[in-house]
């Protein structure tokens, strides 16, 4: 469970801005701005954050469906940043995606089966028809979809079905990480939990790595078993989510629990919603020191100079903070830490 | 006195080649000044086009709809387009989810909001500009002036609902109606939009109409809530019941398939199995049995009816389970025992 499947280095991503008529580079989206954790082997990895955080970014770059700026991605302990050709295409057997639209992420032009042997074609794995046919209908068993609807075409299914063939086509190569973006924020409420306990019991039976990404932090709570907090490019908190969700260190996360109504009125009524005031600023133009600094109500005149590096704090989160919140402090905003603790 | 908005068995159904859709079935409700009504469903429940009904925002020539909506004691839906008109934007309000496709790219903020006041106030350019920086003022945009200069896609999402919130408040609406207000936004955004909700509410003893499917914010914000389900209120209650003793299975289900900050993590989360019916076919009988843990023979033949609760006033529910048995199956599901082990007779009467 401990060995370190995945380590990522000082990542950065930054999107060129060009403008003018010689297109001169005038600037650069930091979406992802110096990130450095570990994937654990067999764990789930929540990564959370509003929206233009550079969650996604950092997945798709962990994926090599971008190109990283800079920084070091090591899979298995070899370096995956800068390979190409067949060693890529090697690789991408390793890593699959889970995507969050199951309308505009399945080909409506083919079939069902044609889509999840689509990885069996690729990479020449199944040879032929009838090796291609079965190992689909197998897929489709796992998931819990019908064989008998290999032959149907997307339009033919529901949202939560659909979805059920995006995970379908994700497990075809037997993947060792999965990275899923929202898979379940499109669909309906009593559809998101047949989808999460699908996803929660193939990662039990076939020891998934799970990297997964999602604004809702009541669903990454119950999926994860570590989460990272992401904030302007950066990760700002990380810990396991027992301790994370009771006893969030950054200001930050405070307020992103803080804010996540509860679905118990007595419980709502008797917390004191910490509102954070103001949109979060450009990723072009991150702030100076913490970035956090213009929307935090504990900033001091050093969070306004000096970056906080992400260090172990109190309980043992790491966290990039000058002032982390006390557990006084977290008792009063975040009520799930409240009737999580007695 | 009458309360501010009474909707009566209201039925919409339209025809389309498929056949007739029947998109809201026989629902009632009504909402009192200053109140908050939540109404809870999945897509397809029929939640949106009751309240775009109310706004006299459904009449396509193949709709067919019946019942009685009262607003203030006036029949909304015997008034003319003309008369609709004059009601909406200024005693009634909406704000939808998607505040992007609901302003209008090409003209300035404040021009639009502008364009409101002086839709149903006589008064001068300057006067309804003036009035519309106020607004921006009120739903917290900073710069108000300079603002309202700006065109929408210079706004921030956040800022976008807060200007969407500022159009509908211009005349002092005494219903707004928020259809998904925050599902677009991000949570910490959300948590201010909700905020200020409430504050011009408290202000201003608006009546709010909150259409969701997140459980979370009905919540926080609503007093009295209903479920709907294929066109139906299946339960309704106040908010403090829906939640500590609710009595019909589909909202068992809601409340069992989210996973929830203050639940122990490992908690396993108990889906309801299949998915909406079609509006076009309904199931026969109580329309949620095929999904239902709990049917029993005689539910696939019978319609439930909103029925209020023995010794509950105020709590209605269409489930044709004795309620007694209701209580039981919810007490046994809070100790954590799945639909599917249920110990109590509604069970052992199935085996026989």
């Keep these: 469970m401990s060995e370190t499947l995945m380590e990522v280095r000082d990542l950065y991503k930054h999107f060129p801005i060009h403008a003018g008529f010689f297109r001169r580079q005038v600037g650069a989206v930091k979406a992802v701005d110096g990130v450095s954790f570990d994937v654990l082997r067999g764990e789930t990895l929540g990564l959370v954050g509003e929206s233009g955080c550079g969650k996604s970014t950092t997945a798709r770059v962990l994926l090599r469906l971008l190109d990283a700026t800079s920084g070091s991605i090591t899979f298995e302990g070899r370096e995956i940043s800068n390979i190409k050709g067949s060693e890529l295409k090697a690789l991408r057997r390793e890593m699959q995606m889970i995507f969050q639209d199951p309308y505009s992420s399945l080909n409506p032009r083919k079939t069902v089966g044609t889509i999840i042997a689509d990885p069996f074609v690729i990479h020449g794995t199944k040879q032929t028809k009838a090796e291609r046919k079965a190992a689909v209908q197998e897929l489709m068993d796992i998931v819990g979809l019908n064989p008998e609807h290999y032959n149907r075409y997307p339009h033919e299914f529901s949202g939560g079905q659909r979805q059920r063939i995006g995970v379908a086509r994700a497990l075809a190569l037997k993947p060792k990480v999965i990275v899923a973006d929202e898979p379940v924020s499109a669909l309906d409420v009593s559809i998101q939990a047949q989808v999460l306990n699908l996803l929660r019991e193939l990662q039990r039976d076939l020891g998934l790595t799970l990297i997964f990404i999602a604004h809702d932090l009541s669903v990454v709570r119950h999926m994860c078993d570590r989460v990272a907090v992401m904030y302007l490019g950066r990760i700002v908190e990380l810990a396991s989510s027992e301790q994370l969700y009771t006893h969030p260190r950054m200001p930050y996360t405070g307020a992103l629990m803080s804010a996540v109504p509860v679905a118990d009125p007595r419980l709502a009524a008797s917390k004191k919603r910490q509102v954070l005031a103001g949109d979060v600023p450009s990723p072009t133009n991150p702030p100076p020191g913490c970035r956090f600094h213009t929307r935090c109500w504990k900033a001091q005149e050093i969070c306004r100079n000096e970056d906080p590096p992400l260090t172990a704090k109190d309980g043992g989160n790491l966290a990039a903070c000058h002032f982390p919140l006390t557990d006084a402090e977290v008792l009063e905003r975040v009520p799930s830490a409240r009737s999580l603790s007695g | ?352």
């Design chain 2, 1 to 352: 006195m009458p309360p501010l908005l009474e909707v009566e068995n209201l039925q919409v159904h339209f025809e389309t080649e498929d056949g007739l859709v029947k998109a809201v079935d026989g629902v009632s409700y009504s909402v009192d000044s200053g109140q908050t009504f939540g109404i809870v469903g999945e897509s397809g429940s029929g939640k949106s086009v009751s309240s775009l009904t109310v706004m006299g925002l459904t009449r396509a020539r193949n709709a067919r709809i019946s019942g009685s909506v009262r607003f203030n004691g006036k029949d909304l839906l015997g008034a003319s387009e003309d008369e609709m008109r004059q009601i909406r934007g200024n005693d009634i309000a909406m704000i939808f989810q998607d505040p992007l496709s609901s302003l209008h790219p090409f003209y300035k903020v404040g021009a639009q909001i502008a364009e409101t006041v002086r839709s149903h106030r006589d008064v001068t350019k300057a006067q309804a500009w003036d009035r519309a920086v106020e607004m921006l003022s009120l739903v917290g945009i900073p710069e108000p002036r300079r603002r309202a200069d700006a065109y929408p896609h210079e706004f921030s999402g956040g800022m976008r609902q807060r200007a969407m919130i500022a159009m509908a408040l211009a005349n002092d609406p005494k219903l707004l109606i928020a259809d998904e207000p925050t599902t677009a936004l991000d949570v910490t955004v959300q948590a201010q939009i909700l905020e200020l909700i409430e504050r011009l509410q408290s202000e201003f003893d608006t009546a709010v109409v909150v259409i969701t499917h997140d459980l979370g914010v009905v919540a926080e914000m609503a007093d009295e809530i209903a479920v709907m389900y294929a066109g139906r209120i299946v339960e309704k209650a106040d908010t403090d019941t829906i939640f500590a003793a609710p009595e019909h299975p589909y909202t068992w289900g809601l409340l069992s398939s989210i996973p929830r900050l203050d639940s122990p993590r490992g908690e396993e989360l108990v889906p309801i199995g299949g998915r909406p019916p079609s509006l076009i076919n309904l199931p026969t009988g109580c329309s949620f049995h095929p999904r239902c843990p709990y049917v029993r023979e005689a539910h696939k033949r019978t319609e439930p009816k909103l029925e209020p609760v023995p010794g509950r006033p105020g709590h209605e529910v269409a489930c044709l389970l004795p309620s007694e048995t209701r209580r039981k199956l919810w007490a046994e599901l809070r100790q954590g025992i799945k639909p599917g082990d249920a110990r109590s007779d509604v069970m052992e009467e199935k085996a026989l």
